[in-house]
Nanobody
Framework: VQLQASGGGLVASGGSLRLSCAVSGSTLDEYFIGWFRQAPGKEREGISCISPRDGTTYYTDSVKGRFTISRDNAKNTVWLQMNSLQPEDTAVYYC????????????????WGQGTQVTVSS
């Protein structure tokens, strides 16, 4: 399974970005997909995830109400719509695929994309 994250960039505080995660090598409906981010000098943290078929979602408190995760299994793509971005959202964002649980526990994800940089200016 290969994942390709894209859509990052530089945005002013309060702005929006939509990240995409394109999955290949397998059908998307077998996998939970999570979004993670890693800011400079910090651990990689999970921020959102979505279940394979019924679309159940989970968000950490830091992004709840601002970010929306969605998926289209027919397009093998997952998106992360990010609104009201703040400087503290600056990080490299990664998507990952795993099986079995709706979780943001990093160790439960087996496949990772390469990351896309999001920079929010104040």
């Amino acid at each position: 399974v290969q994942l390709q994250a894209s859509g990052g960039g530089l945005v002013a505080s309060g702005g929006s970005l939509r990240l995409s995660c394109a999955v290949s090598g397998s059908t998307l409906d077998e996998y939970f997909i999570g979004w993670f981010r890693q800011a400079p000098g910090k651990e990689r943290e999970g921020i959102s995830c979505i279940s394979p078929r019924d679309g159940t979602t989970y968000y950490t408190d830091s992004v709840k109400g601002r970010f929306t995760i969605s998926r289209d299994n027919a397009k093998n793509t997952v998106w992360l719509q990010m609104n009201s971005l703040q400087p503290e959202d600056t990080a490299v964002y990664y998507c990952a695929a795993g099986r079995g649980l709706l979780t943001i526990i990093r160790a439960l994800y087996n496949y990772w994309g390469q990351g896309t940089q999001v920079t929010v200016s104040s």
